[in-house]
């Protein structure tokens, strides 16, 4: 602890200067660090049309009640099928190809190729230190 004290009681005077010049640095700096936050926050300028705005909007909001409107439809036909006893339409079950490799018995992944390593069947020599 002493010797802390005796660094600080020997070099105080640059821990004042370099605060002073730190806090003159920020003043400097703040206004445009806030002016770069507040840009980003706004983001960029928007130039657009008010009618092609309008017009995508309508787009989006017509889309959007559609599939509404097909789901509410397929829901009321799951339950017109299960009130009547009907079996629900099973849902398309997805096909997947197995791997071909994974179905290889003679194939080790982590060489590639078949049999023992392929085209990577070169193994370098133990290292061993010499005799002594």
Same mark, same amino acid.
């Given at each position: 602890?002493?010797a802390?004290?005796?660094?600080?009681?020997? +070099? @105080?005077?640059?821990?004042?200067?370099?605060?002073?010049?730190?806090?003159?640095?920020?003043?400097?700096?703040?206004?445009?660090?806030?002016?770069?936050?507040?840009?980003?926050?706004?983001?960029?300028?928007?130039?657009?049309?008010?009618?092609?705005?309008?017009?995508?909007?309508?787009?989006?909001?017509?889309?959007?009640?559609?599939?509404?409107?097909?789901?509410?439809?397929?829901?009321?036909?799951?339950?017109?099928?299960?009130?009547?006893?009907?079996?629900?339409?099973?849902?398309?079950?997805?096909?997947?190809?197995?791997?071909?490799?994974?179905s290889?018995? +003679?194939? +080790?992944?982590?060489f590639?190729?078949?049999?023992?390593? @392929?085209?990577?069947?070169?193994?370098?020599g133990?290292?061993?230190r010499?005799?002594?």
């Amino acid at each position: 602890f002493r010797a802390c004290w005796a660094f600080v009681a020997q +070099n @105080g005077w640059y821990g004042v200067f370099a605060a002073i010049a730190l806090y003159v640095i920020w003043l400097q700096l703040e206004d445009r660090i806030r002016a770069a936050a507040k840009k980003i926050q706004e983001g960029p300028p928007v130039k657009a049309d008010p009618e092609r705005v309008q017009a995508a909007r309508a787009r989006q909001l017509a889309l959007h009640q559609q599939k509404v409107q097909e789901e509410l439809e397929r829901r009321k036909a799951e339950k017109v099928a299960e009130v009547l006893g009907t079996e629900k339409p099973a849902p398309k079950p997805q096909t997947l190809e197995p791997r071909r490799y994974l179905s290889d018995d +003679n194939v +080790n992944p982590l060489f590639g190729g078949g049999g023992s390593g @392929g085209s990577c069947s070169y193994r370098p020599g133990t290292r061993r230190r010499g005799g002594g």
